[in-house]
């Protein structure tokens, strides 16, 4: 992926995996974490949502069916793992502006799934923690649900300089995906938009 592209969707395999930096981010104010100086003689007024143009995306190969607000990127990187490898993750994501990412991540038997036995309740746990640490950011509200028969996870997490993101968190079998809405500012998220995007999510195969 091209080094301008904002990498919010590092959240996602932050949560997936629970050991070791994935990769550095390139652009660290997209997550709120840059100081405001960087800021100086831009704009005062709120980020606004952006513009989305919605796509079905067909990935029945990886088990899913989604709706991304902009143009499909692809990405697998080697992630590192609690025992000093890497194993791959793969990711597709949209960015409808250079501040807003929705992404989808996935692994089979992900390093925080077996850290867990592959306990349902502890694996999400632990991917929320991850990702709530991995970008500074704090816990806002959550809740566990059955999708389709499997165990889910909603959260919402906030960066204490602005940024906020929504995530999904979904384990059919073994198979752990992950589902993020980020943004740079609660000004720029759309409730309707974060809906669209994880109702349009469909597993396709259950039996991994």
Known sequence: ????????????????????????????????????????????NEPRPAHMLWHTIDHTPDGFTVELPD???????????SMGGSEPVSMISASPDEDTVFSVA????????RSKAMDAEKTM???????????????VSEKTFAYGGAPA?????????????????????RRLYMLIAAFPA??????????????????????R
């Open 153 to 173: 996870r909603e959260f919402i997490g906030h960066n204490a300089n602005g940024g906020v993101f929504n995530a999904r968190l979904i384990l059919p079998g």
């Open 106 to 113: 996935w692994a089979d038997d992900p390093p925080v799934a």
């Open 71 to 81: 143009k499909e990127k692809q990405e697998q990187v080697n992630a590192q793992n």
């Open 1 to 44: 992926m091209m080094a301008e592209v904002k990498v919010w969707y590092a959240i996602g395999f932050g949560g997936i995996l629970l050991a070791g930096g994935i990769y550095v981010y390139q652009h660290r104010a997209n997550l709120g974490l840059d100081t405001l100086a960087a800021l100086a003689g831009a704009s005062p």
């Open 125 to 139: 746990d632990a991917a929320r923690d991850a990702a709530l640490a991995r970008t500074q950011s704090t816990l």
């Open 186 to 207: 609660p000004s720029a998220r759309r409730d309707k938009d974060v809906q669209r995007f994880f109702n349009s999510f469909n597993v396709i195969d259950s039996t």
